[in-house]
């Protein structure tokens, strides 16, 4: 079965500090990744996705994210915090190897201090 | 702005209660997922509907359904309403159902039972 683990429910940096959000996952399938963030009383936006092509994925917002087969890990990266990135990310990994269905991990909130 | 749009975006209800969400998918998009997210948690999938027709379901009781109209909106319903509802309830709209769609969510609508 598929499944994903964010290592830290709660990360802090300082403005302009490089952020680092870990994600591991599971798949008995080739897995197609995902990360989405949480702005407090929103939905759920798009930040990037892994689909079998480049291990390097770069999203929006100067984020971006490598897929290593070798560690499981799908971790998410930003060179320089900003305060506007405060928010809540989440991992997510495709079900199966058929379906969009997401399963979510659980979520780490990033908070950034001036 | 993903224009999937969700409503009501807040309600209350008393425990063994109804309650109908509702949800208008993205233009071009015939593929509505339901999600709920408990308070800190990540979502977790309800069901889907793919051209009017239940495409999946996860590991929620039958009292949770739905439907799905030929404009490709969609209901979700919760009968005998428990306290464990209360959550965010995400809507989501893909066109298809291939693996690695990219999948807007909805705003949510704050269920609280009481």
Redesign the interface.
Known sequence: AQSVTQLGSHVSVSEGALVLLRCNYSSSVPPYLFWYVQYPNQGLQLLLKYTSAATLVKGINGFEAEFKKSETSFHLTKPSAHMSDAAEYFCAVSEGWNTDKLIFGTGTRLQVFP | E?G?TQSPTHLIKTRGQQVTLRCSSQSGHN?V?W?QQAL??????IF?YYREEEN?R?NFPPRFSGLQFPNYSSELNVNALELDDSALY?C?S?K?????????????SWLTVV
């Open positions: 993903t999937v593929t997922s999600y800190g948690q990540g979502p977790q999938f889907q999946g996860g995400l989501a893909s298809g159902t291939g693996v690695g769609n990219t999948i807007y969510f909805g705003e949510g």
